[in-house]
């Protein structure tokens, strides 16, 4: 495979992947939006986004990607804060237009923030059974790794 087919290849899967999270109001969320990870909430795997920051008080712009996109549940909440969402508001994800598998949800950041405090996505099937699961908003930073003249190893 050439260089200029794969970089094709690339670019078309990159747009493919960006495309269901452009939102129905008329702005496009994703030029602001950076993944925060992937999760497994029942039988359903999400990617997840995130737009703006975190900070007590804000409010955090989610974006979820649902696969497989079907059977929609019934709702999808998501929260800052603790497992029990004591102190938090849970928002409610509303489905984005045009994109399958594709919500979104405004989210309130509690104040203050409590300690140890996740993103948490709870899922009701249609049957009424709820699974939730959480992703950490701050993961650690991964070390610096710095060079010196002489440090004995170059790139």
Known sequence: MSL??????LLGALIALAAPL????????????????S???????????T?????????????????PEAPAPKAIRVWVGSEN?????????????????AYEAHVEVPKP???DSKLWIAIEQADGQTTKGSLALAPAAAPVHTHGPGD???H
């Open 113 to 115: 923030i409590p300690a």
């Open 85 to 101: 969402a004591r102190g938090s508001v849970k928002a409610k994800a509303e489905a984005e237009k045009g994109a399958k598998g």
């Open 152 to 154: 004995g190893h170059g």
């Open 39 to 49: 999760l497994v909430i029942g039988s359903q795997a999400i990617a997840i986004a």
């Open 4 to 9: 200029h087919h794969l970089s094709t290849v």
């Open 22 to 37: 452009a939102a129905a109001d008329g702005h496009d969320h994703a030029a602001e939006a950076k993944p925060l990870g």
């Open 51 to 67: 737009a703006g920051d975190l900070a007590a008080g804000t409010e955090l712009h989610v974006e979820l990607q649902l696969k």
